[in-house]
């Protein structure tokens, strides 16, 4: 019989898991903090939309085990959020005031996303506004729009986590009907990363390059060429935005700008009245 999961090899970490089109399994006791979460966010009016591995089966039919439920919502909504969740009973903290805040009940918890943890990208209200509808655990809600979605992904490629398998999913699973020019204003001046996930797509599905429109290919490359062609010789490095630790040194020990800190101190925080 067929199952998400195979063995898995050696070099292999022990939670990876193949994808699959297989609904994993939830504890009863994970699915009802997911839905009392969602309950209380309506409830109160909170704008928010719900992104991760649930957004992502929206778009592409692939189901993975979560061990979270990543709620996106503006930095302003955050505190609000926070204290509606604290008042039924959850058990609320502020991880990062730049981007993450969580709230628990026993072993299972939410992610509620503010942006980037870099700090290149921060959700505002039209992110709400450009969702779409959605069931999520029996509750009427609405995931992110895909182009909001990819954006988020962008910066996902940290040594541990590469989340470029996702966005290739999702330029596939949408045969590639995004509305190209939101996802050039997302990106802003990190087009380059922008272009080597739609490579990475490219290489994965060559018979599917057309699903990239071919202007924005034309646009990409002909920014890259001008780049390479008239290289700004006082650009700041930007490694730190890709992986902290991979380029500690570069910060450290070469003395290379840190635009992550920059980026970080220059982002709107998370406050709430009740949460440490």
Not at 183 to 192: A, I, P, S, Y
């Amino acid at each position: 019989m067929p199952t998400p999961q195979d063995k898995i090899p050696a070099d292999i970490p022990e939670n990876a898991i193949k994808t699959s089109s297989f609904p994993p399994e939830m504890a009863p006791e994970q699915e009802l903090l997911y839905r009392d979460v969602l309950l209380a966010l309506e409830e109160h009016h909170v704008p928010y939309a719900v992104a991760g591995a649930f957004a992502l089966r929206e778009y592409t039919g692939i189901c993975r085990m979560t061990k979270d439920l990543d709620i996106f919502l503006p930095p302003e909504a955050a505190g609000n959020a926070l204290n509606v969740l604290q008042a039924a009973g959850f058990e609320c903290e502020i991880t990062d005031p730049v981007w993450l805040a969580k709230a628990h009940r026993n072993d299972f918890f939410v992610d509620l996303i503010t942006g980037m943890s870099n700090a290149t990208l921060v959700v505002d209200q039209c992110w709400i506004k450009r969702a779409r509808p959605a069931q999520i655990v029996g509750v009427n809600t609405r995931v992110l729009a895909p182009e909001e979605l990819l954006a988020s992904k962008l910066f996902v490629i940290r040594r541990e986590r590469f989340d470029g398998a996702d966005i290739a999913h999702i330029v596939y699973g949408t045969q590639g009907k995004l509305q190209w020019d939101r996802v050039l204003q997302l990106t802003g001046g990190h087009w380059e990363i922008l272009l080597w996930m739609l490579l990475f797509f490219r290489y994965n599905y060559p018979a599917q390059t057309s699903y990239v429109p071919r202007w924005l290919w034309h646009d990409l490359l002909q920014r890259l060429n001008e780049a390479v062609e008239h290289p700004e010789t006082n650009a700041p490095f930007r490694g730190s935005l890709v992986d902290d630790y991979m380029f500690a040194i570069d910060v450290n020990e070469w003395k290379m700008a840190d635009l992550l800190q920059q980026y970080r101190s220059q982002s709107p925080k998370i406050e709430a009245s009740r949460c440490p």
